[in-house]
């Protein structure tokens, strides 16, 4: 009975030992007053750019590299996509957060018009304009057409239809009173202009890109190029009535045998939100872009046009209160 009672005893030393020694391996309570730390909440920033032989797709990789480095918590990314139209559709659904898009046709998302016709998008907010893709009026010297008023009664290459490009040249056409009913209108993408006018199918072409541009490098190879140049008081009276344009010159030897400056009217390349960002992380994500503009510039050539001085040229859309507050400081 007495070994009985001794076995027991022990068994239950043994336990209590055993519950000691578990308990001394769990965590130990923070030091009173010291607070237990929080982990960060990550926050996701994809965004949006365009095709990965485009310009956006660089620029993007070098802004989500600028964010996931200077801002804690944050997890960004950049993604290929079909650009400005489609990524204004991304920011609509909720799949990005942040966009690269032409200025013109966030306005026209904006406002329901042109390819957002009846289809307006609520919410859209812009963080900053980066570059000029300028609108640039091509064609040959041995056509004769020296100014866009030359251009009625001639085969000209407006762009895709329904492109930004197409828009474009509807409207500087406008501006001096010539409309499709004046031209023989050919609906082409860019690579689709510079064959026809090699071709001599076409006699003038809209080409909106940064330049210098592979397209017109291309006619300019085998054929003397003239840019037709848009006067001031129009280009004044375009932006009057598109706030999205800016005026721009291309320089002189831009394109080969180019002997002078050209004057021209651009949109501008833009980074887009919605009013759904905190105002927190897009003050954030602003000073963190304009404090590390190196990157851009060693990501792609049109980073060197990236500044603060002209972050907000041709904003088309209301500036969001967060970019607001940090290029008021």
Do not use: W
């Not at 802004?63 to 804690?72: G, H, S, V």
């Not at 570059?131 to 040959?140: D, G, K, S, W």
Request: net charge negative; charged share 25%.
């Amino acid at each position: 009975m007495v070994r009985v009672r001794r076995n027991s005893f022990l068994v239950l030393m043994a336990m209590f030992l055993v519950l000691v020694l578990v308990a001394g391996c769990g965590p130990k309570p923070a030091p009173e007053g010291e607070k237990k730390e929080e982990p960060t909440e990550k926050k996701f920033v994809n965004i949006a750019t365009g095709g990965t032989a485009g310009t956006y797709f660089p620029l993007g990789g070098a802004i989500a590299d600028i964010l996931n480095k200077n801002i804690d918590g944050v997890n960004a990314s950049a993604q290929s996509t079909g650009a400005s139209v489609a990524n204004i559709n991304m920011l609509k659904d909720g799949s990005v957060e942040m966009a690269f898009v032409q200025n013109d046709i966030t306005y026209y998302a904006a406002t329901g018009t042109e390819m957002f016709q009846d289809k307006k998008v609520d919410g859209l907010r812009g963080i900053a304009t980066l570059y000029p893709e300028t609108v640039q009026i091509v064609t040959l010297a041995k056509t004769g057409i020296k100014d866009i008023a030359d251009m009625k009664g001639k085969r000209v290459a407006v762009g895709a239809a329904g492109s930004g490009t197409e828009a474009n040249a509807r409207q500087i056409l406008e501006a001096y009173g010539i409309t499709y009913q004046d031209i023989t209108v050919q609906y082409l993408s860019f690579a689709e202009a510079a064959s026809n006018l090699k071709d001599g199918n076409v006699d003038a072409a809209f080409v909106t890109a940064g330049f210098p541009t592979a397209a017109i490098q291309d006619i300019a190879a085998q054929h003397d190029v003239v840019l037709l140049p848009v006067d001031e008081d129009i280009a004044d009276k375009l932006i009057e009535k598109y706030p999205f344009y800016t005026k721009v010159i291309i320089p002189k030897d831009t394109y080969p045998k180019q002997a002078e400056d050209v004057n021209a009217v651009a949109v501008m390349a833009m980074l887009v939100v919605t009013d759904d960002m905190d105002e927190q992380l897009a003050y954030d994500i602003t000073k963190a872009i304009y404090s590390n503009l190196d990157r851009l510039q060693t990501a792609h050539a049109v980073g060197k046009m990236i500044t603060k001085e002209k972050a907000l040229d041709g904003m088309s859309v209301e500036l969001h209160p967060g970019a607001e507050k940090y290029f008021k400081e």
